[in-house]
């Protein structure tokens, strides 16, 4: 039995099944935390028994193994946090971690757990989701050792914020990337407590940003891209497929990996993907280029009506791979293979500014769904400032007036 800070008692925390751990486990049952709290002498259950079987789900909507392990751990080490809480709410009634998704965050909330149960409630996209949580990781790191645990979420002020900030930066070494990133996703996680009422005032927004170098992405240049293609077509098929495609597109890997077949039109050469503008999802039409219509064709062959086009093994099938996988399978087989030091992104940085450099930069912009061409000129097409260069010195104007 484990004394909590309350006088009430618990056993230890479990997982059912018993072998969650490993690759036996099976993703077709429910998984579950379950332990069993007892009341000290001086509490009543207020049902007249002695204790209550505290059951605590939340992972099940996890189709990929791996990924709801990770998120058993993260559930498990949320509820051990919340039990050394003092006014832990376990004296009333029980509550599933399920429930948490609706419960009040009061002022009172410690730091940390005040955090994560914020970051619960934020929807978003898988892959900002991951960020979320490993920014809170390296948060709940820098508090261990700033003593700033046990602090309450009332009482954190951008002082503290900032010093976990620095302290992060002195200890993985400097990186603006990192830094920036870090305080965009608690901002993000600050602004779900601001409506809450668990702060007044949302502290990051008086840290500002880092400034450094904003430099071009580098793009393949047309001998690595021979050497590329030629490769993955040999050795890795389904991958080639998936470049081209992507290469083709204009779209984001997340939006790709949410492709069913039912959102493709060979005849109109068009597809359908939906985006994220600000808070606001939408449903946008992509072409599909005559010049990657085979590859298309090839893709989808198999696929069902409700089948996504990415699954296993890049191969159509009920549950879509996620998109950290294809930098996984770039990294091995092109840049360690290859040496190709270029990343993935690359090819949609190439294409857009291809695109711009053939038709105009509006046109590239349209096939990436920028609200703005300036988007697409500043972040995307790296030669396209050079191209204006040449343009602005054949201008044919003359001093006197002479033509």
């Not at 991951?130 to 990781?137: A, K």
């Not at 790191?141 to 302290?167: Q, V």
Request: glycine letters at 2%.
């Amino acid at each position: 039995m484990i004394l909590l800070p309350d006088n009430s008692y618990r056993t230890e925390l479990k997982v059912n099944p018993k072998n969650w751990q490993t690759s036996k486990a099976s993703l077709k049952k429910d998984w579950f935390i379950y332990y069993r709290w007892y009341p000290s002498k001086l509490i009543s259950t207020g049902n007249g028994k002695r204790n209550k079987l505290i059951v605590i789900k939340g992972m099940n909507h996890i189709n990929i193994w791996e990924q709801r392990i990770a998120e058993t751990k993260r559930i498990l080490e949320n509820e051990c946090i919340r039990l050394d809480q003092k006014d832990s709410f376990l004296n009333k009634d029980a509550l599933s971690f399920d429930s948490l998704n609706i419960y009040e965050i009061p002022p009172t909330t410690t730091f940390i757990l005040a955090l994560r149960l914020a970051e619960k409630r934020i929807n978003a996209a898988p892959s900002t989701k991951r960020d979320l949580r490993s920014t809170l990781s390296f948060i709940a790191t820098a508090a261990e050792k700033l003593n700033y645990t046990n602090l309450r979420i009332c009482e954190i002020s951008r002082k503290h914020i900032k010093n976990l900030l620095f302290y992060i930066e002195t200890t993985n070494g400097e990186s603006i990337h990192r830094y920036n990133k870090l305080r965009s996703y608690l901002m993000m996680i600050y602004k779900e407590l601001v409506e809450l009422e668990a702060v007044d005032y949302n502290p990051l927004k008086d840290i500002s940003k880092k400034k450094g170098v904003q430099k071009l992405r580098k793009v393949l240049s047309i001998e690595s891209r021979q050497r590329i293609n030629e490769n993955l077509q040999i050795h890795h098929y389904r991958f080639w497929l998936f470049t081209n495609i992507f290469f083709h597109s204009g779209a984001r890997l997340t939006e790709m990996m949410k492709l069913k077949r039912k959102d493709i039109d060979l005849e109109k050469q068009t597809f359908v993907i939906t985006i994220k503008k600000g808070n606001v999802y939408k449903e946008v039409l992509r072409p599909i280029k005559t010049i990657a219509l085979n590859f298309w064709i090839e893709s989808i062959a198999t696929a069902g009506e409700d089948d996504y086009i990415f699954s296993k093994d890049l191969l159509p099938g009920r549950i879509p791979i996620q998109s950290f996988q294809i930098t996984k399978r770039w990294n091995l087989h092109v840049k360690k293979k290859l040496g190709i030091q270029e990343d993935f992104y690359s090819l949609k940085h190439l294409n857009l500014d291809q695109t711009a450099e053939q038709l105009s930069i509006e046109d590239a912009a349209a096939m990436a769904s920028h609200s703005s061409s300036l988007v697409t000129s500043k972040y995307y097409t790296a030669y396209e400032s050079k191209r204006q260069m040449e343009r602005l010195k054949l201008v044919d104007n003359h001093f006197n007036g002479k033509k």
